[in-house]
């Protein structure tokens, strides 16, 4: 099982609708969990961190379950700039693991 | 406010040639660096890291390397490029000493291997 898991689409979403994707992971002692969003081919971006009770920046809202072992990451009234690839990036104090990433179209 | 530089932007080089890749970041002192490779259609793989000047850390075994001469320098080489090395190469800058928290990317190096 890789250590951690995304579904890499692609999410095909009309314009204003909700998405939601997941990342789980394996490895019960990873301590700090973000999100980031990659343009084609430029670098990744930081998105957000994802904090145990949950945090939103605008219409974003990223969740951790620790029980489950996964991270969520909602986006509302998507917007065609949405468009991207988001990877999931767990971290130990040892090692950083980057999700393979979900990739996310938003339809006009 | 912080920024990172990588040069060159893209680069074709043949295979059995040398390699230097650079990396330097502003407006931070003491940060951890980081040099990453992403394959097409593949994850970013974490390559080296560092704590400090002269500190490196391997993650995977391979025909690279890197070094950290100053504070804010972060330069990854090969002696001899294999086919396999062609990939998008990214230095990130992380502010936790010693700890993997928020990594800040720079805007890559686009590497092709003939």
């Known amino acids: 099982r890789k250590e951690v898991e995304q579904d890499p689409g692609p999410f095909n979403v009309p314009e204003g609708a909700t998405v939601a994707f997941n990342c789980t992971y394996s490895n019960s002692a990873s301590q700090s969990f973000f999100w980031y969003r990659q343009d084609c081919r430029k670098e990744p971006k930081l998105l957000m961190s994802?904090?145990?009770s949950g945090n939103e920046d605008g219409r974003f809202t990223a969740q951790l379950n620790r029980a489950s072992q996964y991270i969520s990451l909602l986006i509302r009234d998507s917007k065609l700039s949405d468009s991207a690839t988001y990877l999931c990036v767990v971290n130990r104090d040892d090692k950083i693991i980057f999700g393979k990433g979900t990739r996310l179209h938003i339809l006009p | 406010s912080q920024t990172i530089h990588q040069w060159p932007a893209t680069l074709v080089q043949p295979v059995g040639s040398p390699l230097s890749l650079e990396c330097t970041v502003e407006?931070?002192?003491?940060?951890?660096l980081y040099w990453y490779r992403q394959a097409a259609g593949r994850g970013l793989q974490l390559l080296f890291y560092?704590?400090?000047?002269?500190?490196i850390s391997s993650e995977v075994p391979q025909n690279l390397s890197a070094s950290r001469p100053q504070d804010r320098q972060f330069i990854l080489s090969s002696k001899k490029l294999l086919l396999s090395d062609s990939g998008f190469y990214l230095c990130?800058?992380?502010?936790?000493?010693?700890?993997?928290?928020?990594?800040?990317f720079g805007p890559g190096t686009r590497l092709t291997v003939l």
């Open positions: 560092s704590v400090g000047i002269g500190q």
């Open positions: 407006g931070t002192s003491n940060p951890n």
């Open positions: 994802v904090y145990s």
């Open positions: 990130a800058w992380g502010r936790l000493a010693g700890v993997h928290g928020t990594q800040y």
